[in-house]
C-alpha cells in the first residue's frame, strides 16, 4: 500500500477551516509533523491572535492610530518675498558669502576671525546656519554662447561653440556647489525686520549676507526635507 501525498496547497490563500482540515489530514498521515505542519499551524495561530486583537479592540471602542501628515510635522506655512511665515513666528533665508580663506595671509585671516567673532557675541538671538550642495548654475553663460552660436556662421567656430554649451551642460548635471545660508527667525515681522539689519551690519565685515529670491527660498526648503531628492 503506497503512503498517501500531500497535495500543496498556497498558504496564504488557505481560510481558518482549510487550515484545520489539512492540519488534521497530514497529522494522521504523518507521525512527526513535517514543514508543510509546522506552516499551517503558525498560520492558523496568526489568524487566531490576529482575530483576538481586533475583537478586544472593538470592545474598547479604539480606532487604530494615524500617522501623522507632513503639513502637520513641518513648521512652515507659507512663503512671501521678504519672509516666511511659521506656525510660531517668522524667519528669513540670507545666503552667506563666502572666502577663500586658503588665499589669505596670517593678518587678513585674524582680522576676519576678530570680526565673526563679534558679531557673535553681540548677537545673541536665535539663528541657525545651513550648508546645503546646490547643482552649479551656467545659465548665463550658456546663453551667452547659445547667443554666439547664432551669429557664427565659420565651421571651426560652430565646433568650438558646441563644446562649450557641452562642458556646461555637464557641469550643471555632475558638478555641485556648497553654498552656506543662515537662517534668522523672529516673533514677528517688524521684530525680523530689526534683526535682519542687525545680521547684515555685523556680517558686512566678515561673510556678508546676501538677499535671497522665493524660488531660492523654496529650493532651500525643499533639500532640508527632502535630502534624497535632486533639483
Known sequence: MQPLKLIKSNPEKLDEDTCEEETEMVTKTNKKPNKMVQL??????????????QEDMKEQGKKPKLLKQTSDILP?????????????????????????????NDADLNYLLLNRAQFLRSYFRSFKEVILNFPTNTEV?????????????????????????FEFEYLERERYNREFFMFIYADDKEE????????????????????????????ILFLLNNQNTQL
Request: aromatic fraction near 8%.
Open 40 to 53: 499551517l499551524q503558525k498560520l492558523k495561530h496568526q489568524k487566531k491572535v490576529k482575530k483576538e486583537f
Open 76 to 104: 512652515f506655512v507659507q512663503i512671501h518675498d521678504d519672509y516666511i511665515l511659521l506656525k510660531e513666528g517668522v524667519m528669513d533665508i540670507f545666503q552667506v558669502e563666502t572666502k577663500n580663506i586658503h588665499a589669505l
Open 192 to 219: 525680523l525686520e530689526d534683526r535682519k539689519n542687525d545680521c547684515r551690519q555685523g556680517m558686512q565685515s566678515s561673510f556678508p549676507l546676501r538677499e535671497l529670491p522665493k524660488n531660492k527660498k523654496e529650493q
Open 141 to 165: 553663460q550658456r546663453a551667452y554662447w547659445v547667443k554666439k552660436q547664432q551669429q557664427a556662421k565659420n565651421v571651426s567656430r560652430l565646433k568650438y561653440i558646441e563644446q562649450k554649451l
